[in-house]
């Protein structure tokens, strides 16, 4: 057992040791941390700014959004094809950094509805389109140098990511109870941007520590989109769009649910929140163990049904005290779909990276706009707490169909 034990240990250090060593996987994992430092930092903010201090309405705040989602899903595609043609990944990420740190700027600086809007809708989708080519970069990186260890690198650099969304809206708490202005919050995502701009730019490790094994795919655009459009595919990133939709929902519904209907406090939305984002960094680094023994399809299904079991038990829950042991199961499953998804996206298209990556931005956008609908409907028909069955039962749908794609094997789908 102690043997056991120190092996497991050894292995979840070795991608950590790996990573330390690379200047490259350094510099990745660093901008994927300040990425998630920037969004992070205004996410929560965004529609009290937009409405509250620059004036706003609903439906023109509503009217943003959507158009920031559809402008960034469409950029991703085209840069996720364009990368891969031209092999200009490190390119086209300082370029994408500039445009969202001069977003945030114009933002903080002007404080105009203006300004606001044409950050939102241009700037920051634009900027943050190649945000999928980041975990490509990853993906890239992790293969030619952790070898048997790529799948728990990979999961390092994800953990990374949430790691900002764990820090960084509590200092926001802080500050602003504490008098901060509220525009703030655009310094410290302007700050992030712009030092990944300089990571990419001018930080980049020269000679054999800066290559990787980064081929033009040689496609041109129409053979490249169309190869993105195959059925086999489309199906996959449904049922992908599916099981973290049912996540998305469930964003939008935690915090009227502990409020109105288990009986919890304002504080408690940002308790339990906290509690569950904080635990999905070790589960996320456990994933890279899972996958030695497991599918991705198979680790991804697993994910999904703790993760509607989740919604299911906390839709009928009456109390704070109950609802705090539900965030162990919500803090696995999430852990599970929020990190595995995505390199098995990227896996389809293995020998286009780029392309691979914008899987995850059309996944994203399908699974927020059903998770849109299904908060319209269900609250419309049904309580928050039905809404939340309903998100439940949109993951158990999305696990049948990935199986019923790919079952319990390992992927391998890049023909389908």
Same mark, same amino acid.
């Given at each position: 057992? *102690?043997?056991?034990?120190?092996?497991?240990?050894?292995?979840?250090?070795?991608? *950590?040791?790996?990573?330390?060593?690379?200047?490259?996987?350094?510099?990745?994992?660093?901008?994927?941390?300040?990425?998630?430092? @920037?969004?992070?930092?205004?996410?929560?903010?965004?529609?009290?700014?937009?409405?509250?201090?620059?004036?706003?309405?609903?439906?023109?705040?509503?009217?943003?959004?959507?158009?920031?989602?559809?402008?960034?899903?469409?950029?991703?595609?085209?840069? !996720?094809?364009?990368?891969?043609?031209?092999?200009?990944?490190?390119?086209?990420?300082?370029?994408?950094?500039? +445009?969202?740190?001069?977003?945030?700027?114009?933002?903080?600086?002007?404080?105009?509805?203006?300004? +606001?809007?044409?950050?939102?809708?241009?700037?920051?989708?634009?900027? +943050?389109?190649?945000?999928?080519?980041?975990?490509?970069? @990853?993906?890239?990186?992790?293969?030619?140098?952790?070898?048997?260890?790529?799948?728990?690198?990979?999961?390092?650099?994800?953990?990374?990511?949430?790691?900002?969304?764990?820090?960084?809206?509590?200092?926001?708490?802080?500050?602003?109870?504490?008098?901060?202005?509220?525009?703030?919050?655009?310094?410290?995502?302007?700050?992030?941007?712009?030092?990944?701009?300089?990571?990419?730019?001018?930080?980049?490790?020269?000679?054999?520590?800066?290559?990787?094994?980064?081929?033009?795919?040689?496609?041109?655009?129409?053979?490249?989109?169309?190869?993105?459009?195959?059925?086999?595919?489309?199906?996959?990133?449904?049922?992908?769009?599916?099981?973290?939709?049912?996540?998305?929902?469930?964003?939008?519904?935690?915090?009227?649910?502990?409020?109105?209907?288990?009986?919890?406090?304002?504080?408690?939305?940002?308790?339990?929140?906290?509690?569950?984002?904080?635990?999905?960094?070790?589960?996320?680094?456990?994933? !890279?163990?899972?996958?030695?023994?497991?599918?991705?399809?198979?680790?991804?299904?697993?994910?999904?049904?703790?993760?509607?079991?989740?919604?299911?038990?906390?839709?009928?829950?009456?109390?704070?005290?109950?609802?705090?042991?539900?965030?162990?199961? @919500?803090?696995?499953?999430?852990?599970?779909?929020?990190?595995?998804?995505?390199?098995?996206?990227?896996?389809?298209?293995?020998?286009?990276?780029?392309?691979?990556?914008?899987?995850?931005?059309?996944?994203?956008?399908? !699974?927020?706009?059903?998770?849109?609908?299904?908060?319209?409907?269900?609250?419309?028909?049904?309580?928050?707490?039905?809404?939340?069955?309903?998100?439940?039962?949109?993951?158990?749908? !999305?696990?049948?169909?990935?199986?019923?794609?790919?079952?319990?094997?390992?992927?391998?789908?890049?023909?389908?």
């Amino acid at each position: 057992m *102690i043997v056991s034990a120190q092996g497991e240990h050894e292995a979840l250090l070795a991608p *950590i040791k790996i990573i330390l060593r690379d200047p490259l996987l350094r510099l990745i994992v660093a901008a994927l941390f300040l990425t998630s430092v @920037a969004v992070s930092s205004v996410m929560p903010y965004a529609s009290l700014v937009a409405v509250e201090l620059l004036g706003l309405t609903d439906a023109a705040y509503s009217a943003v959004l959507a158009a920031s989602s559809a402008i960034m899903v469409v950029a991703s595609v085209v840069v !996720g094809i364009v990368t891969d043609q031209q092999a200009n990944r490190r390119q086209m990420l300082a370029v994408s950094f500039a +445009f969202a740190a001069a977003g945030y700027s114009l933002v903080f600086l002007t404080g105009s509805p203006v300004t +606001f809007v044409i950050a939102h809708t241009a700037l920051l989708p634009l900027g +943050f389109s190649v945000f999928s080519q980041l975990f490509a970069l @990853a993906r890239l990186a992790g293969r030619k140098r952790g070898g048997a260890h790529a799948d728990q690198i990979f999961a390092v650099a994800r953990a990374a990511f949430s790691l900002g969304f764990v820090i960084t809206p509590p200092l926001w708490s802080v500050a602003l109870a504490s008098g901060t202005a509220l525009l703030g919050v655009y310094v410290s995502a302007a700050a992030s941007a712009l030092v990944c701009f300089l990571l990419f730019a001018i930080a980049w490790p020269q000679g054999e520590a800066g290559q990787l094994a980064d081929p033009k795919s040689g496609l041109r655009f129409a053979a490249a989109f169309r190869e993105l459009a195959r059925p086999g595919l489309l199906v996959r990133m449904l049922a992908v769009g599916l099981i973290t939709g049912s996540n998305q929902l469930y964003m939008a519904l935690f915090g009227l649910l502990i409020v109105t209907d288990i009986g919890g406090g304002t504080p408690d939305v940002g308790r339990f929140h906290g509690a569950i984002a904080l635990l999905e960094i070790p589960f996320m680094l456990a994933c !890279g163990l899972a996958l030695k023994r497991m599918s991705k399809p198979a680790l991804i299904a697993a994910g999904g049904v703790v993760y509607a079991g989740f919604l299911f038990l906390f839709a009928s829950v009456s109390s704070m005290a109950v609802a705090y042991l539900l965030v162990v199961p @919500a803090a696995i499953g999430a852990a599970i779909i929020l990190s595995v998804t995505i390199s098995y996206l990227q896996d389809l298209l293995a020998d286009r990276p780029g392309a691979g990556g914008s899987l995850m931005a059309v996944s994203n956008f399908f !699974g927020h706009m059903v998770a849109a609908l299904t908060f319209a409907a269900g609250t419309a028909v049904t309580s928050y707490a039905g809404t939340a069955v309903a998100g439940g039962m949109l993951a158990l749908v !999305g696990v049948a169909v990935l199986l019923a794609m790919d079952g319990l094997r390992r992927t391998e789908p890049a023909d389908a």
